[in-house]
């Protein structure tokens, strides 16, 4: 959990600006990579101009962001909104993406400077992105990865097609900012959330196996009660629940892609009753299995 220094530091509270999601265009001003062990200075308080997001590839140290101090752990992905005070404390190193969401390219952001004073951009308010905190772990941090590498990598080596390849990686990084922020691990006892942030990613990839709580809690090296209530304390469902969610999506994607019978489509998922399959279905969807694939599948109808 942050620590609060907001009696110390002060905050800036600016006017949000509406910004509808149709309106959302965001344009990257910089996109850079920073190695903070080769880095021998001391980064300065500072406030921030323009939406900023980070990916952690080495952890250590922290950030004072709003006046909360955030130790740094990689893997996570740091989110700060213009007009908030900020301080960067070494080391730690990261990819760094500088956005204007509304695709303007306002004056003193070339060549692009951190510590040069700038006019912050509007905080816009879109209601699509406003769940998403100071720090957020993901659950798949391999894709924000390669996100952050394909925008650094484009941005840094332009060519033809890089517009379209920094705006379509700008888009989906918002997007996998917005989906991930309606379920973020919040605070753990230490240790804890690195545990459950691994399950998280463990799950994703083994919904087809049969999972009981007792396997989760050895793949977390947790008790299965304590892993339960801590499971469930941050990310608002139990590990059932979540394994479920996970199986429910998979079971949509094969019924809109596939041909395969209902059975073996529950088969795939990890769910050996069929008819406890139907009943997940209809809980989640409110269609049976073959409704659902005749109003998306292609092939039906």
């Not at 905050?11 to 999601?21: A, D, G």
């Not at 998280?200 to 396997?215: I, P």
């Amino acid at each position: 959990m942050g620590v609060d220094y907001s009696q110390d530091w002060g905050l800036f509270h600016f006017l949000m600006v509406p910004l509808s999601e149709d309106r959302l265009f965001p344009l990257v001003l910089s996109a850079y990579g920073f190695q903070g062990s080769s880095f021998s200075g001391r980064l300065e308080n500072r406030q921030v101009a323009d939406f900023e997001v980070e990916f952690l590839t080495e952890g250590g140290g922290s950030q004072i962001i709003g006046g909360t101090s955030y130790p740094m752990v990689a893997g996570d992905v740091v989110w700060r909104r213009p007009g908030t005070l900020t301080r960067g404390i070494l080391p730690y190193s990261c990819f760094t993406v500088i956005l204007d969401l509304e695709g303007v390219r306002r004056p003193g952001r070339e060549p692009y400077l951190m510590n040069r004073a700038k006019t912050p951009q509007p905080d816009f308010y879109v209601a699509l992105l406003e769940n998403i905190p100071a720090v957020l772990t993901p659950s798949e941090p391999e894709e924000f990865r390669r996100i952050f590498e394909g925008l650094v990598r484009h941005f840094v080596n332009p060519g033809p097609g890089t517009p379209l390849h920094l705006r379509a990686l700008a888009f989906e990084l918002l997007a996998r900012l917005a989906e991930e922020s309606h379920a973020p691990v919040r605070s753990l006892p230490a240790g804890a959330s690195v545990r459950l942030r691994s399950l998280a990613l463990f799950l994703r990839r083994n919904f087809h196996r049969r999972l009981v709580l007792d396997d989760m809690a050895r793949e977390a090296g947790l008790s299965p009660t304590y892993l339960h209530s801590q499971f469930t304390r941050a990310l608002g469902v139990t590990p059932r629940e979540y394994l479920t969610q996970v199986r429910m999506a998979r079971a949509r994607e094969l019924l809109a892609a596939t041909r395969w019978p209902a059975a073996e489509v529950a088969q795939a998922c990890g769910i050996e009753n069929v008819p406890y399959f139907f009943t997940l279905f209809h809980r989640q969807t409110g269609l049976t299995p073959g409704e659902f694939r005749q109003k998306h599948s292609p092939l039906e109808g």
